[in-house]
């Protein structure tokens, strides 16, 4: 079945540092990718999708590249900021998309002033 | 535009007790999804609707029941509440137009069960 593993935290990290998180799926088929953003007591909010292989997605400084030959999706940012800190979640389409979303289970990142 | 609503925002149920959560959208979405939110264990799908009058199960559908009688609302019934359904819930929707599939969440609802 489908599944996504990721870094777990919490990744701490000082202000203006190069961030990256790791992302990689397993997956049947060409499922979309994505990262979502969950700020504390919020909701998710999407970050950024990739639909195909070679796919970048980008916002906010963020980007992922969807890697089909690693079945990978790696979200970087080249200086995070205080604003950054959230716990980011990746994740994938499940079939065509009508039955929800597989994630993997979040990384916390705290960005330290 | 309110995107994607959910009622309460927090509850405390005793156990045996039943609930139902409420969940509406008005983006006109024809995918609607409930999920689960545990510590250290992202979220996982409960149940999900790809229109009005059909639903299925997802990962974690035990003690949840759910209906879709239009297309805007999808609520999640607890019919009897455990200490184990304890955790945050989300509500997204989707639209079928399209590849990618995004999903849009609610604020979600904190529930506590004693």
């Known amino acids: 079945g489908n599944s996504v593993t990721q870094m777990e935290g919490p990744v701490t990290l000082s202000e203006e540092a190069f961030l990256t998180i790791n992302c990689t799926y397993t997956a049947t088929g060409y499922p979309s990718l994505f990262w979502y953003v969950q700020y504390p007591g919020e909701g998710l909010q999407l970050l950024l999708k990739a639909t195909k292989a070679d796919d970048k997605g980008s916002n906010k400084g963020f980007e992922a590249t969807y890697r089909k030959e690693t079945t990978s999706f790696h979200l970087e940012k080249g200086s995070v900021q205080v604003s950054d800190s959230a716990v980011y979640f990746c994740?994938?389409?499940?079939?065509?998309?009508?039955?929800?979303?597989?994630f993997g289970k979040g990384t916390h990142l705290i960005i330290q002033p | 535009n309110a995107g994607v609503t959910q009622t309460p925002k927090f509850q405390v149920l005793k156990t045996g007790q039943s609930m139902t959560l409420q969940c509406a959208q008005d983006?006109?979405?024809?995918?609607m999804s409930w999920y689960r939110q545990d510590p250290g264990m992202g979220l996982r799908l409960i149940h999900y609707?790809?229109?009005?009058?059909?639903?299925d199960q997802g990962e974690v559908p035990n003690g949840y029941n759910v209906s879709r009688s239009t297309t805007e609302d999808f609520p999640l019934r607890l019919l009897s509440a455990a200490p184990s359904q304890t955790s945050v819930y989300f509500c997204?929707?989707?639209?079928?137009?399209?590849?990618?599939?995004?999903?849009?969440f609610g604020p979600g609802t904190r529930l506590t069960v004693t």
């Open positions: 609707s790809v229109g009005a009058g059909i639903t």
């Open positions: 983006m006109n979405h024809e995918y």
């Open positions: 997204a929707s989707s639209s079928a137009a399209g590849t990618s599939y995004e999903q849009y």
């Open positions: 994740a994938l389409s499940r079939g065509g998309g009508a039955d929800g979303l597989t």
